[in-house]
Structures are given as C-alpha cells and as structure tokens.
C-alpha cells in the first residue's frame, strides 16, 4: 500500500530562520511526487513536481528536493507569509493513478 | 485568469436534507476531482471524472453521488447528510490523470 508521512507535524520558526520539511513515501513505482500550500480554510494551492531521484524545483524561498525514499521542501528565510499547512502527495504509476497524501507540515513563522 | 470556482463557499444544511455542491473551472481540464478533507486531516478522494467517465472510489459512501453535465462543470450531491459528513469539500481539476491537480477555494458543508 502506498504510504506518505510528513514530519514534523507542526514547525514554528522565526522570520528568516531557514529549515526544511520531510516527506518520506513507500510507492510501488514513483510517477509524481507533489508539495502544496494550504492556507487555513482553503484549498491547496500546487507548488511543485517532481518526478525522479536528484530532481529539484525552486520558487522564491521555496526549493524541492527527491530521492528515492524521500523529498525535502526547504524553506530559506522564512518571512510571515509563509505561514501554512504544507501537503505531499504521491501518485503511483499504473493503477487509479490517485494522489495520495500526507497529513501535512503546519508551518509557522514569527515576525 | 483560469481557475477553479467552488459555490457557495459555505453551507448550512440539516440533518437528512440533501445538499448541492457545485464546481465550475475555466482551464478546460479533462479530469475533476472530488475530495472530502476533514479539519487537521489529508483530503480524501471520493471520485473523479475523466471527461464523462465517472470513476468511483471503494470507499466513498453511497450516501454521495456526482455528476458531470459538461466539461465545465461537476456537482455534488449528498443525498442524506449525515453529522459526520461536516467537512470541506474540494473540487480539483487536472489535464489527466497523471498531471498536477489545480484545486479550487473548497465549500465549507455544516450539517445542524
């Protein structure tokens, strides 16, 4: 069964103290590894794919890191703004395709 | 801007009384998705639709149906809300199944 665990559960940091995200998952072939923004009473906003071992993606203060066990979201100074929930989610190659999710990271930063 | 609409963003209903929640999206995206998230929780997938192909999950209580009158639009139909059905509800939408899915702003369902 494909799996997703996210740690920590919650995170809080303070303004421009830099830290990453877990996201470790048991798939029985990797199509997509997938990280989104949740803001509180909204739904999730798309970040970043990725789709093999040593890819990376940048946005802003965001970077996404993969291996073959895990991936890494880490966060470079970290301003207010990016107070959030962040969720992983996999997808499995071949049958329903369906994203699987972690529970999410609750990120924190203070001003 | 393409986007993914969700209405009403809230919604109060009673116990038994069935319920419509509707999804509309401007990306013209071949699959739409429906999920239940519950507070502090992962979202749950109920069942999408690949154009006009309904694809139901195990799971998913016979209690929720969907339809998909066109490529724009889906609706969710929760035929006797139960307490625990309380929940947000998202809409989501990708190019196919094994693209990025794009979710919409989500509707609150209260159930009294």
């Known amino acids: 069964e494909d799996q997703v665990t996210q740690s920590p559960e919650a995170l809080r940091l303070q303004e421009g103290e830099s830290s990453s995200l877990n996201c470790s998952y048991t798939v029985s072939g990797l199509r997509g590894l997938f990280w989104y923004r949740q803001d509180p009473g909204k739904g999730p906003e798309f970040l970043f794919t990725?789709?093999?071992a040593g890819e990376e993606k940048e946005k802003e203060r965001l970077k996404a890191t993969l291996t073959k066990k895990e991936s890494f979201l880490h966060i470079t100074a970290p301003k207010p703004e990016d107070s959030a929930t962040y969720l992983c989610a996999v997808q499995a190659k071949g049958g329903s395709e369906k994203l699987v999710f972690g529970k999410g990271t609750k990120l924190t930063v203070n001003p | 801007d393409a986007m993914v609409i969700q209405n009403p963003r809230y919604q109060v209903t009673q116990f038994g009384k069935p319920v419509t929640l509707s999804c509309s999206q401007t990306?013209?995206?071949?699959?739409m998705y429906w999920y239940q998230q519950k507070s502090s929780q992962a979202p749950k997938l109920l069942f999408h639709y690949y154009d006009k192909d309904f694809n139901n999950e195990a799971d998913t209580p016979d209690n929720f149906q969907s339809r998909r009158p066109n490529t724009s639009f889906c609706f969710l139909d929760i035929r006797s809300p139960g307490l625990g059905d309380a929940a947000m509800y998202l809409c989501?939408?990708?190019?196919?199944?094994?693209?990025?899915?794009?979710f919409g702003p989500g509707t609150r369902l209260t159930v009294t």
């Open positions: 990725l789709y093999s």
């Open positions: 990306l013209n995206h071949n699959v």
């Open positions: 989501a939408t990708s190019r196919a199944r094994i693209y990025e899915q794009y």
